[in-house]
């Protein structure tokens, strides 16, 4: 049976967070020698290359396998040193990775709402929610708020609710590019406001409303709430989620292109299965507040 040894995993952690061996020999106070041997020992026992000596250094696919289990270790040894009153320091940051909009409307409050007595921090990473799971995979992450129903192997998935969101547009912009009323042709030729090339939602929404992909010119902006303002502006219409727009629809700022017709994204919160009490009282906070937050 392949055995690593405690120590080999910190230091294959120090050595793909740090990025070479000689930055993660000096986090470790070893020499770069004792780093480089360590890592050829794990490759040794795992019979095949675990790190790519690139700039920085890169996981491989059975690095990144590996990667996973040292971050569940560590955070297993800082949850007993913090059980055991023996924690001399904070932990490591608990990395996670979330979607722009959950960021932007709930998922902060849901940080916050983590007892503060257990001193946890966090590391939040943005990523679609279609694409989050494959941080999970990688081992870069411990948890997701995801698009994702199927559970990555080593981890549970819950739901958490759905995202309502909003085709919106300036009155300007509606008078300017739909004078007669919304048509599909009039729909077709309107300007529209993208998140990023990855970003699929107003795609989606065209081609469920027109039947066709979308042709439209398209503005990119990859910030939430520029987004939203920008869509304010007049740029383009865009789907925006209900924290952003209802405000603006009450108040005749923004208009819907199409009303009645939502677009619903489901979520659901990925951790990794480990008996963590960080992990745990990570996962009561997320829910609590989407419950709360999400319809």
């Known amino acids: 049976m392949m055995e690593f040894q405690f120590g080999h995993l910190r230091t294959f952690l120090a050595v793909v967070e740090a990025g070479t061996f000689e930055a993660a020999a000096a986090r470790l106070h070893v020499t770069p020698s004792a780093v480089s041997q360590r890592i050829k020992a794990m490759e040794q026992a795992a019979g ?170 398209q503005t990119f902006i990859p910030d939430t709430l520029e987004f939203a303002h920008a869509v304010r502006a007049g740029l383009g219409w865009g789907l925006l989620p209900d924290a952003h727009c209802l405000d603006d629809l009450r108040a005749g700022r923004l208009v819907e292109l199409v009303p009645g017709r939502r677009s619903e994204v489901p979520l659901f919160w990925q951790r990794w299965k480990l008996a963590s009490p960080a992990l745990d009282a990570l996962t009561l906070a997320v829910h609590a507040t989407a419950a709360a937050a999400l319809g």
Not at 70 to 90: F, I, K, M, S, Y
Not at 165 to 173: G, Q
């Open 48 to 217: 095949q290359v675990l790190v790519r000596r690139t700039a920085p250094i890169q996981p491989t696919p059975a690095g990144k396998t590996v990667l996973r289990l040292a971050r569940q270790v560590r955070q297993l040894e800082q949850d007993a040193a913090v059980e055991l009153g023996t924690a001399a320091r904070p932990g490591h940051p608990i990395p996670v990775v979330v979607n722009a909009d959950s960021l932007a409307t709930w998922f902060v409050d849901a940080l916050a709402a983590v007892p503060p007595e257990l001193g946890l921090t966090f590391e939040v990473f943005r990523e679609d929610e279609q694409h989050s799971a494959a941080l999970l995979r990688s081992g870069d992450v411990m948890a997701a708020v995801t698009a994702t129903p199927g559970a990555v192997q080593g981890c549970s998935v819950t739901p958490l609710g759905s995202m309502t969101y909003r085709a919106v547009a300036a009155p300007a912009f509606m008078t300017r590019w739909f004078p007669n009323g919304f048509s599909a042709r009039a729909f077709a030729a309107a300007p529209v406001v993208q998140f990023d090339r990855t970003d699929t939602q107003q795609s989606n929404f065209f081609t469920a409303v027109a039947g066709t992909p979308i042709g439209g010119p």
